[in-house]
């Protein structure tokens, strides 16, 4: 990949974006997955400042002000990135998710704003600049306040005062993460299928939907035409228009086969489309 006129492997640049499968319920803080790529971030992106950790958007990052304090500007060679004050906020949020103490991620975000109180984009990760404003930890010449610190800032105090992420989405969590106890969760019935996502496969047992943004009517069979059935979709007040069609376990081994008249501009589809039924 290409960043900044200069080409690394993908492997090699590291982000915390990960995080927010915690943030939003994806994923548990404790999942083996996260808890490694955690390790890997403090390893590559975490710069240990007065003022608290500080966490560059990913390495090998050239949107920044040189190592002389000059300005970035678009084209620049010398630029360089430094740690933005947000993506601590984004740290404490996941310390909260992982049952950590997120207050002195607080106390960090507070320390990185400048004499007004507000946050900057990027604060100085270097020693300080004689004859310049640029103190280690202070705010660089970047934007401040950037609202988006700003508003990760009050989204941290609250979660910490509700003693939960305050973006957690539990339908999510519930969804995707296991009890508890450790048990999975029951995975869905449900097969989606779409022009985009045309499933070759599925188990026997679920049922299909097929979701489409305008009005059809599906011709179905599951011996392969020997007989067939047709069944109108369903509207809904979004403008999507679907089918459900259940299958059942004795079927494994046969196949889903249908094809689309479209009801508006009355006309057949002119193809077929098939999923095959498994065990």
Not at 103 to 114: D, H, M, N, V
Not at 138 to 153: D, F, I, K, R
Not at 242 to 248: E, F, M
């Amino acid at each position: 990949m290409t960043l900044w006129n200069q080409t690394y492997n993908a492997r090699d640049v590291v982000d915390a974006g990960f995080l927010e499968l915690v943030r939003y319920g994806v994923r548990g803080a404790d999942d083996p997955v996260i808890v490694n790529s955690v390790k890997v971030v403090d390893a590559i992106i975490r710069k240990g400042l007065p003022q608290g950790p500080g966490f560059y958007r990913y390495n090998h990052d050239g949107y920044g002000q040189g190592d002389l304090g000059q300005d970035w500007y678009v084209g620049c060679s010398f630029g360089v990135g430094r740690p933005w004050p947000l993506l601590t906020g984004e740290r404490g949020h996941y310390e909260l998710a992982a049952g950590n103490d997120p207050k002195p991620y607080i106390q960090s975000l507070e320390a990185f704003a400048g004499s007004r109180g507000l946050l900057p984009e990027q604060v100085w990760d270097m020693p300080n600049l004689p004859n310049t404003p640029f103190v280690t930890g202070g705010p660089t010449g970047s934007a401040m306040p950037l609202a988006w610190a700003h508003a990760e800032y009050i989204k941290l105090v609250r979660s910490f005062s509700d003693n939960r992420v305050f973006d957690r989405l539990d339908v999510v969590a519930n969804r995707y993460q296991p009890t508890p106890g450790g048990t999975p969760r029951a995975t869905s019935t449900l097969e989606v299928w779409n022009f985009d996502r045309q499933l070759p496969s599925m188990a026997a047992g679920k049922t299909v939907r097929i979701p489409l943004d305008a009005p059809f009517r599906l011709r179905w069979s599951i011996d392969n035409w020997n007989t067939w059935q047709d069944t109108t979709a369903a509207a809904t007040a979004v403008a999507i228009y679907y089918v459900d069609l259940p299958t059942q376990a004795v079927q494994a081994g046969s196949s889903l086969t249908f094809t689309f008249f479209w009801t508006a501009s009355q006309i057949w589809q002119g193809a077929n489309f098939s999923i095959a039924l498994h065990l």
